[in-house]
């Protein structure tokens, strides 16, 4: 479980995260949502530690992350995976290189044990023959199928994708989406998930935070969202008039309606 | 104000490589990777490089010394001490500037636009041990031994350059190569080496660490680390001449 903690981060007088306090459970899809600039990249990278927050806490169950020493850092960020938006593969290194680098830099598994390890996770993210190739010889849904099984080799407690499906068709963007979901089951993890793709939100948003303007504006499960009362968040969320329509289609669906109204 | 700024950082980046290895094994393999990179992926330049400065030397010295009063063994002798004190390692590291210091600026800035940095620090390894350290370590390593060849090699291009025009027998030329010889010059000439390693390698590793932005960044962040170093190596090697010699 991740909690934060009345969060605060400013860049000189721009105040980017303003109070923001959640509790991410394990074993769920914590989505941070928003428009551009509303602040979830800068949270999320607060999180992970690769900003010094200007107040608040972050606490990995229970443990001050926020307030560790390096070490201990160290050690902690070794239950974490992360997915990054360009996949942020090492490019001089094969796709099973990319994926063995964090079980050779902290592991004592032989080679062989090693290499069982990789073919496993890229098995479970359906990559088992691209082994041998190289991340500019595959295509940017193989990347951020790597960055996954990167993340996830070193079994982590705490997954973390930011944007896992941009520049992605909506297809696989779905099959990003269900494997994150996947993952997160089968292994039990707390995954935050940074995104503002809409297929996301319905489709693996256990729970949601929408940030706007540097602060919380709205949390909830995709169950929820489509009751929301946030003109904030409906202007984001349904922006478009087909959004508007399959916000209907849902709520009468969810009230055991047809889309002509009726029971 | 911005160069203290700069230096500030650069000092920080310098003392956040000294932590203990979190695997001694994977940070053995980048160095020896750094050294092969560095070392053999030079050679051919440095080669090249020396032995057409030998070869020039030995020309327009001898067209400089046109009395019948001067031996023409002074002519190997000049060449020598040219080659060692100057040319060897100042051109040399020169040259080193542009090829693997814009190699290193390039590859961390790379790897910084593309989020691999911040790849390597979320899995919990310090990126200036892992990635800067290596680089650094193998530059003071290869960059000497590049040195003593680009001199062994600047001197055999001047003797043969000297042979083939007719300016001086081989034996002139071997003559004046081992008189009045002074091994300082060689030690001189690596401490030289070494000053210019460390300079060829941690002003770009600066510079593309610390990159912001993209593509474009990374090309001018690339331009600043070699231009900066080629000036810095010739500051360096005026005070080294004036405190040593």
Redesign the interface.
């Known amino acids: 479980m991740i909690e934060i903690r009345d969060l605060k981060k400013s860049f000189g007088e721009k105040v980017v995260i303003n109070s923001v306090s959640a509790v991410m459970e394990p074993g769920k899809a914590n989505l941070i949502i928003g428009a551009s600039g509303s602040g979830k990249t800068v949270l999320m990278k607060c999180l ?3 900003f010094e927050p200007d107040g608040g806490e972050v606490l990995y169950d229970g443990k001050n992350f926020t307030a560790m020493e ?1 070490d201990e ?6 239950q ?1 995976g ?1 997915l ?3 996949s ?4 001089s290194q094969t796709v099973a290189q990319n994926v063995k680098f ?1 079980l ?3 592991t004592r598994m032989t080679y062989s044990e090693k290499m069982k390890r990789v073919n496993e996770v890229l098995e479970r993210v359906n990559l088992k023959d691209a082994n041998k190739k190289f991340p500019a010889e595959i295509s940017g849904g193989m990347k951020k199928r790597v960055g996954i099984a990167r993340a996830i080799v070193l079994n982590p407690k705490y997954l ?1 994708c930011d944007e896992p499906n941009s520049g992605l068709d909506p297809q696989t963007s779905l099959v990003i989406d269900k494997l994150i979901y996947e993952v997160t089951k089968e292994f039990n993890m707390t995954t935050i998930v940074n995104t503002h793709d809409m297929n996301s939100v319905m489709e693996i948003g256990d729970h949601i935070i929408y940030m706007h303007q540097g602060e919380k504006e709205w949390e909830g499960s995709n169950k929820q969202i489509i009751y929301s009362k946030s003109k904030k968040l409906n202007d984001f969320i349904f922006a478009s008039e087909f959004l508007q329509d399959v916000k209907e289609m849902r709520m009468l669906e969810a009230e055991g309606r047809g889309p002509d109204g009726k029971k | 104000m911005n160069f203290f700024n700069h230096f500030g950082r650069y000092i920080l980046m310098i003392k956040g490589m000294f ?1 203990r290895p ?2 001694w ?2 940070y053995w393999k980048e160095l020896m990777h750094q050294c092969s990179d560095i070392g053999i992926g030079s050679l051919g330049i440095v080669m090249i490089v020396a032995l057409f400065i030998g070869a020039v030397s030995t020309l327009q010295t001898a067209y400089q010394l046109v009395s019948n009063l001067i031996p023409k063994s002074t002519i190997a002798q000049i060449v020598r001490d040219t080659v060692i004190l100057e040319f060897a390692p100042t051109i040399t590291c020169i040259v080193l500037a542009g090829v693997v210091g814009s190699k290193i600026a390039s590859e961390l800035g ?1 790897m910084r636009v ?3 940095i ?2 390597l ?6 990126t200036k041990a892992y990635l800067v350290m290596p680089k650094i370590l193998a530059s003071l390593i290869m960059i000497p031994l590049l040195v003593i060849i680009a001199g062994v090699l600047g001197i055999w291009g001047g003797r043969l350059a000297g042979t083939l025009s007719g300016i001086l027998s081989p034996e002139e030329f071997d003559g004046g190569l081992l008189s009045g010889f002074l091994p300082f010059n060689v030690a001189f000439a690596l401490y030289k080496s070494y000053t210019f390693a460390f300079i060829i390698s941690s002003i770009p590793a600066y510079f593309g660490y610390f990159v912001q932005g993209g593509a474009l960044e990374i090309g001018k962040a690339s331009t600043t680390a070699v231009v900066t170093s080629c000036i810095m190596i010739l500051f360096a090697d005026y005070v080294l001449a004036a405190l040593l010699l």
Do not use: W, Y
């Open positions: 992970v530690g690769l390096d850092r160290k050690e902690l960020r070794q974490i992360m990054f938006q360009g942020a593969l090492f490019d964090p050779d830099m902290f973390f | 932590t979190e695997n094994r994977m790379n593309s989020e691999q911040d790849a620090e979320i899995m919990g390894i310090n």
